[in-house]
């Protein structure tokens, strides 16, 4: 008989709404529920496409002796981590500052007060490699409840109190200048692996925002050491296993230091991410592979993570069946020499397996190999390759493809919104505005309310309950701006306008500091409040630089100044861990630019028009905002008083309350957005 997740809109929750565990959602009633029965809670966080998530789940959660012992000792609650960012956020604090680790699933013992006092991560069924059992650990929580409550209650206030106490080192006043980006990069220096790209060991992640950082530095400085560490880390990243070779798209991350065997979970961010970075390394090299990969990318993300409703789905697993019925990581995804002989014949099998490094030993588990491109494969014969991945993405689709978790959520939709509109036009792919367009409606109309006010997620065009936190309202901010900046349509600034006030009115706290959530948000044993960039940016220097990007567009001094405000802390944090506030650096960089405000004003079937438009486009000033449209068009405040110059499109490009003079010269215009 389904439990009480079974209404809830999470592919996760839904995923446990048949556990013998008689699972609560995260809700005042559950809690309730525990003071009536004087019982501790169980906190379960985790989300859909977490392979350990599933592997406790099957071992602990769907075991009928264990679920019984849950149910008679514990009211448990399972939370999705990407449904109450908010939650797994205080928690994973606790866990963190108690244990000097974190990961998912995530496993807390609370109070009925939600007050924190055992905590942990994935517990096996049997005790093993110096974890205990965890059957054993709910049997010491359980006894400790009833025969300890005092010393419980002592734990518990004292972590709380702990919480409470950590105060953020804020950056004070000021924003970052000169000598700290230049310190960041410094940094990133010292922690960049020259022989295979990216920052530090293993694992490792693609490093997206630092990358952003790196470009936009080099674009404003032309610092060469800056833009050689962010072409090699791409293309490192481009050619290993990380990277699908036949599909396009990439896993969450790497577990070595060659960037050979993913964690095979895709996820829309980091495929959001990384498709923007691509496309801006187009933007400044004109790499060939740059642009392959942003467009491949993009393709993956419209392809195998659109929803029918026009948004994006969260991720695809990273276990799927390997044809004997065992759910196995990676199984869509590998090839064996035999594997690649079955689909290609002996000899298209041997040129393969050289092309793309499939060994006999393998490199990944029981002899298999993920697809990479080594350095060292020779020239590819471009036809012969272009009827091979043909064939093995045919032969890869009859495989069972790995499960999605097809939850929307804004703040991720916001970054595909972003990097689709400005992907297809550079490259002239109007279908990928118009995903992009698409996926903005959908928000619209889906997760905003009449007040602006936003809704984290949705599935199946059906809002969930929980509340946008910050990272939503500027990472749509963030969308919405880009995509006026393609499309000319001035209703997606007004839009961005309306999440940013509430920024404004919501988030920020005294001292110009910012909160993840709002003011009248449900209140935690602590109020979240993290400004360090992990796997997406931070919602406070994603906030900071669609603050920055609007008060650009529209001379609003207040967004500006909350801008300035909240890019404090990165003056404090930017030299001393700049591989965690990447995001907040590419801002600084775009502030310390101007950011140059550029409006083409044209006809819009004129061709004059269309190239100052494209030279604007392709200008890599960092976080330049553009706007264009008819003469004497409203939609836009930069569009206002600025007529064309002898009758014909002009472009004009100011910073700092300076304006240039009017250009008709795209070559001009294209100088003028460079260094």
Not at 153 to 169: P, Y
Not at 319 to 329: F, I, K, L, N, P
Not at 593 to 609: I, L
Request: with cysteine.
């Amino acid at each position: 008989m389904p439990n009480r997740l079974a209404h809830e809109t999470s592919p996760y929750l839904l995923q446990h709404a048949d556990n013998p565990v008689d699972w609560w959602p995260w809700s005042a009633e559950a809690f309730a529920e525990a003071r009536r029965r004087d019982v501790p809670v169980l906190l379960s966080v985790g989300y859909s496409s977490c392979h350990w998530c599933h592997v406790m789940a099957h071992e602990s959660f769907e075991d009928d002796t264990t679920a019984a012992y849950v149910n008679e000792h514990f009211v448990a609650v399972k939370v999705d981590r990407e449904e109450r960012p908010d939650v797994d956020a205080v928690y994973m604090e606790a866990v963190q500052a108690a244990t000097g680790q974190g990961g998912w699933p995530m496993t807390v013992f609370l109070t009925p007060d939600a007050e924190p006092f055992y905590f942990g991560t994935y517990f096996p069924p049997e005790a093993k490699h110096g974890m205990p059992s965890f059957g054993d650990v709910l049997d010491g929580v359980a006894r400790a409840w009833t025969e300890r409550r005092d010393e419980v209650g002592e734990v518990a206030g004292k972590i709380v109190t702990d919480l409470a106490a950590r105060s953020l080192a804020y950056g004070g006043d000021g924003v970052p200048g000169e000598e700290e980006l230049a310190q960041a990069l410094l940094g990133l220096t010292r922690e960049y692996d020259a022989a295979r790209g990216g920052f530090g060991g293993a694992p490792k992640f693609p490093p997206s925002m630092a990358l952003e950082f790196l470009l936009r530095h080099h674009a404003r400085t032309g610092a060469e050491g800056a833009l050689q560490m962010a072409a090699d880390t791409c293309e490192a990243m481009a050619r290993g296993g990380i990277y699908d070779q036949l599909g396009g798209g990439f896993a969450r991350y790497a577990v070595d230091r060659d960037w050979v065997v993913p964690h095979f979970e895709k996820m829309l961010y980091d495929n959001a991410l990384l498709c923007r970075v691509y496309a801006h390394l187009w933007r400044t090299t004109g790499s060939d592979l740059a642009r392959r990969v942003a467009l491949e990318t993009a393709d993956f993300m419209v392809r195998e993570l659109r929803t029918s409703e026009g948004g994006f789905a969260s991720a695809l697993d990273a276990d799927s069946d390997d044809g004997t019925g065992r759910h196995v990581e990676g199984a869509y995804y590998v090839w064996t020499p035999a594997r690649l002989a079955e689909v290609l014949g002996e000899e298209d099998a041997r040129y393969a397996a050289r092309h793309y490094g499939v060994t006999e030993e393998g490199t990944f588990e029981e002899g298999a190999s993920v697809l990479q491109l080594p350095q060292d494969a020779g020239v590819a014969d471009a036809e012969r390759i272009a009827s091979i991945e043909a064939r093995l993405l045919a032969a890869r689709d009859l495989r069972e493809r790995p499960g999605r978790d097809d939850k929307v959520v804004a703040a991720w939709n916001g970054l595909a919104i972003a990097a689709l509109a400005e992907t297809g036009a550079y490259f002239d792919r109007p279908d990928l505005v118009e995903r992009a367009t698409e996926a903005a409606d959908l928000l619209v109309r889906l997760h905003m309310d009449t007040g602006a006010r936003l809704t984290r997620t949705s599935r199946d065009g059906r809002a969930g309950a929980n509340a946008g936190v910050l990272e939503d309202y500027a990472d749509v901010a963030e969308g919405f701006l880009a995509l006026a900046g393609v499309t000319g349509e001035g209703v997606w600034l007004e839009f961005a306008g309306f999440l940013l006030d509430i920024v404004l009115d919501q988030f920020v706290a005294e001292g110009r500091a910012l909160y993840d959530t709002a003011h009248d948000a449900e209140a935690l044993i602590r109020r979240p409040q993290d400004p360090t960039d992990n796997a997406t940016p931070s919602g406070w220097s994603a906030a900071a630089g669609a603050l920055l990007s609007y008060a650009a567009h529209t001379g609003s001094t207040a967004h500006r100044e909350a801008a300035e405000g909240a890019l404090g802390v990165v003056k404090a944090l930017g030299p001393r861990a700049p591989r965690f506030i990447g995001w907040g650096l590419a801002t600084a960089e775009a502030l310390l630019d101007g950011p140059r405000e550029v409006a083409v004003v044209g006809e819009p079937d004129d061709a004059a028009t269309s190239g100052l438009r494209r030279a604007a486009l392709l200008g890599t000033a960092p976080g330049a905002v553009l706007a264009f449209g008819a003469p004497g068009g409203e939609e836009f405040p930069l569009l206002r008083d600025r007529p064309l110059v002898e009758g014909g499109a002009a472009a004009y490009v100011c910073r700092r309350f300076t304006c240039d003079a009017p250009t008709t010269d795209p070559a001009e215009l294209a100088r003028k957005l460079s260094r």
